[in-house]
């Protein structure tokens, strides 16, 4: 019996809608394998190296477990099954590194137009407040913009996360403002009266200060504060395998906020003189 024109018609679709339906499952199937391979690759393959600096009591590698904002970290990596390692270096190598892709990633900054620019963001870790402090024995200092802070001598740390507001004034010399290296000269400095304010972190400017058996209540922190800005970990834009490591990141980040770990390393901070650093 030949076959008429509509048996040719039915038969011709069937074959059409089960090459369609082979098409779509083995490109289903290819992308499920390349995201277990992705997320295999990260969590059987090479420990992640993360570039990170000191900055107290956030990272640090002499502090307990390298900081409050490391352990987070690598808290976060753990919960998916990836180990890192933490290689410690002046910051704004840190970056550098990162960005040209001879590490994963780098732990932690806030971010701004250059960073966002050049390299892919975590959700936030946790959230810091940069001030202004000066001695108690002073005159309390009020200001509300840069410009009313014109007549004192400032200290502020090279390489830190100030606002791009702060960085232009000095740059144009409208604050008094001296670059050193670290919080702890800052910290002496004021002490000796050599500058009236120091810029930095407000839990950072307190550990540095209880390093040098500096009493906290000789210390005021000026209000408002500088900025109020959240951290992050950040992996470069130029590297592909970037994207699943911020990924796995977030994921590992979420379950440590909901299983309470996040939270447990929160509470060893001694943060009853503080603001809340919590996201």
């Known amino acids: 019996m030949l076959a008429t ?47 990170t600096g000191e900055y107290p009591p956030w990272t640090g590698e002499a502090l307990p477990e390298q900081g409050y904002v ?3 970290v690598r808290e976060a990596f753990a919960a998916v099954g990836i180990q890192v390692e933490f ?10 590194e990162a960005k040209k892709g001879k590490v994963d990633a780098t ?16 959700e936030p870790l946790i959230q810091n407040r940069t001030v202004f ?8 200092i009020e ?15 090279v390489g830190f996360s100030y606002t791009e507001a702060f960085l232009k004034a000095i740059a144009e010399r409208r604050l008094n403002a001296t670059l050193v290296p670290s919080d702890v000269q800052n910290i002496k400095m004021l002490m000796s009266g050599r500058v009236e304010l120091i810029a930095t972190d407000e839990m950072s400017g ?13 210390l005021r922190v000026l209000d408002p504060p500088m900025v109020t800005d959240k951290g992050y970990l950040m992996a470069t ?8 490591l911020i990924n796995e990141f977030n994921r590992g980040l979420k379950i440590i906020r909901e299983n309470g770990v996040y939270q447990q390393i929160l509470n060893r901070i001694d943060n009853s003189s503080f603001y809340s650093p919590e996201v």
């Open 5 to 51: 024109p509509n048996h040719h018609h039915k038969a011709s679709r069937t074959t059409m809608l089960k090459q369609k339906v082979r098409l779509i499952f083995g490109y289903l199937l290819f992308a499920l394998l390349a995201l277990m391979n992705s997320h295999n690759s990260l969590a059987e393959g090479k420990t992640l190296k993360i570039s």
């Open 70 to 72: 490391n352990h987070i």
């Open 87 to 96: 290689i410690y270096m002046p910051w704004k190598r840190a970056f550098e």
């Open 107 to 122: 732990s932690y900054w806030f971010n701004n137009s250059e960073r966002s620019a050049s390299m892919l963001l975590s």
């Open 133 to 140: 402090f000066q001695r108690m024995e002073d005159p309390p």
């Open 143 to 157: 200001w509300k913009t840069l410009d009313d802070l014109a007549d004192y001598r400032i200290s502020a740390t």
């Open 206 to 218: 307190f550990y540095m200060a209880a390093t040098l058996s500096v009493d906290p209540r000789k």
């Open 237 to 244: 834009k130029s590297k592909s395998e970037s994207t699943d």
